[in-house]
């Protein structure tokens, strides 16, 4: 599973280090350190934490099941950034 | 052929060209499908592997929080493309509307996009930079080279420049015990991007958690064993430190070279475009069937004066890449501006450094809220009397408040009350850059051509 977070709109809410702890964890007060790279198990995990994520920041494929690329959080808005 | 049906044409049965097969050129090839383009598409980059993220390989992957060889970005969705990767484009023949490329093939295009982006700047002396232990750190295989070396141990890291990859890097080895030292040409870390008073901070962080930050030295030489392993840097202060790992981060230069002859207007600073990412030609004439996005484009912004600004910025490069693929395939009245605000982030000891804005534009700094001296602040740029700039240590969540003030032109210095703004807050200081013209460790944003507010031009000689 390949992942990705914008971190121009991550706030550092922590919501994915509560939830996928494995994937996502802070360094200090409000930088996220994550994982781009997850193992399959992990997959019901980060589903949790894209769908829990209050700024929509995380994208990640793979969430349906191996190979098949899922649609993602926070994309289509027409101002995306 | 009637535009309408020509467009209608392309997005059946067009050819679509991508030169560089990195974030922006897949955002741009994802955009393409999600808007109907069903013609084809070719994917060309030099490097062998499919699109990865970069931020990652000076953060996560140095903690030994992520391998190296798996930032492998996410799909947004299926993008059914011709994958010619491992291979350079090495020139452009614009009246034939063909890209060729390093293996002798040359492929033939409809609507070309450019995002061949930066590559980093390496250690000058060739013969030094040579050396067994001399590292960069821009690709997927700087940073899986750079990797072992770390985790074998290295005595000392000598890290050249203090911008943001070389402050993470010295942030990333201070986390795990490694020793190191951190040359810097200016006065203090990060000063090309954020000025000297925020640089201040930064080298109180490096302080604090023991770097050896040498500041106002140049690296005048490395020098290596009798076996060719790198064994010790000389600075111009006379000093000289051992060390047996060497990471050079002097900023980037930007991948335009293979354009050469080409006719586009195409430089050491990018690819010129207009704000809807159609790039120019060397005379100055836009072009209708060549696109530009990324690091490597440079294209005028409303917000600041309509200079031309190339960012290296990971926010720049995805907004950027869907305005050129929307452009690409649309007609001129469905066409739209790329009005992004620059922004970016960095990581460095336990601290969240963002900004808004063009900070090195900024003439003053005022600190709204939180203080210097407990490196949680938010300090506001100004510039001719407006908000140009914002930048937050561990503050990120009011970054969208001052988007707002510099999309509107909020007057500086700032007025308004604010939350947690103390005494020192109060008043307008210099935000302290250094001379443009003087190279230091390269900013992630460059300005380039002039301000037409300023009405004149004084010509200074890049170093380039």
Not at chain 1, 19 to 47: C, I, N
Not at chain 2, 311 to 333: D, P, T, Y
Not at chain 2, 334 to 363: L, T
């Amino acid at each position: 599973m390949r992942l990705v977070v914008d971190l121009n709109r991550c706030q550092g809410y922590a919501q994915c280090a509560f939830l996928a702890p494995d994937v996502f964890t802070m360094h200090g007060e409000e930088s996220l350190v994550y994982s781009p790279w997850a193992d399959d198990e992990q997959r019901e995990k980060v589903a949790r934490a894209v769908a829990a994520c209050p700024v929509q920041a995380i994208t990640a494929d793979g969430l349906d099941g191996p190979g098949e690329p899922a649609a993602a959080a926070g994309q289509g808005a027409p101002d995306a950034r | 052929m009637p535009a309408e049906q020509f467009h209608e044409w392309l997005r059946r049965e067009g050819r679509i060209v991508v030169v560089g097969a990195s974030l922006a050129g897949l955002r741009a090839a994802e955009t393409l499908r999600a808007e109907g383009f069903r013609g084809s598409l070719t994917m060309i980059g030099d490097e062998p592997y499919q699109p990865y993220d970069r931020p990652p390989l000076s953060k996560a992957v140095l903690l030994g929080k992520a391998a190296p060889d798996r930032t492998d970005l996410p799909r947004r969705r299926d993008i059914d493309a011709v994958w010619r990767l491992g291979t350079a484009a090495t020139g452009l023949d614009l009246a034939a509307q063909r890209v060729r490329l390093a293996d002798g093939d040359e492929v033939p295009y409809d609507r070309l996009l450019i995002a061949t982006g930066v590559r980093a700047r390496p250690w000058p002396k060739e013969e030094e930079a040579q050396l067994d232990g001399v590292f960069v750190l821009r690709t997927r295989d700087d940073a899986v080279r750079l990797h072992r070396r770390l985790k074998a141990g290295p005595r000392r890291v000598f890290v050249i420049g203090a911008g943001f990859t070389g402050s993470e890097i010295a942030s990333a080895c201070r986390d795990q015990d490694i020793p190191v030292t951190v040359a810097e040409r200016a006065d203090a870390p990060l000063v090309g991007a954020l000025g000297g008073v925020v640089g201040a901070v930064a080298a109180e962080l490096h302080h604090d958690h023991g770097v050896d930050l040498r500041t106002g030295v140049m690296v005048t030489g490395l020098e290596g064993s009798p076996v060719g392993r790198v064994r010790a840097a000389h600075l111009s202060d006379g000093s000289v430190v051992e060390t047996d790992l060497v990471v050079v981060c002097l900023g980037a230069t930007r991948n335009t070279e293979w354009l050469t002859g080409s006719g586009l207007g195409a430089g050491p600073r990018g690819i010129a475009c207009d704000a809807g990412c159609r790039a120019f030609d060397f005379r100055g004439i836009v072009t209708d069937d060549v696109y530009v996005a990324g690091d490597v484009a440079r294209s005028p912004h409303p917000l600041f004066s309509y200079q031309f600004l190339s960012l290296e910025h990971w926010g720049n490069a995805v907004a950027q890449a869907e305005v050129a693929a929307h452009n690409m395939i649309s007609a001129s009245s469905d066409r739209i501006p790329h009005m992004w605000v620059p922004a970016f982030w960095s990581s460095q000891f336990g601290v969240n450094i963002k900004s808004v804005g063009v900070p090195s534009m900024g003439e003053q700094i005022m600190i709204t809220q939180g203080s210097l001296t407990e490196r949680r602040f938010v300090g506001v740029y100004g510039y001719q009397g407006r908000v140009i700039a914002a930048v937050s240590f561990d503050n990120t969540r009011w970054l969208e408040f001052y988007e707002r003030q510099i999309e509107t032109g909020a007057p500086f210095p700032v007025e308004y009350p604010t939350m947690d703004r103390r005494p020192e807050g109060r008043k307008a200081m210099p935000a302290d850059f250094p001379d443009p013209s003087l190279p230091t460790h390269g900013p992630t944003v460059t300005l380039s051509g002039y301000s037409p507010a300023d009405r004149r031009l004084v010509f200074t000689p890049s170093r380039h």
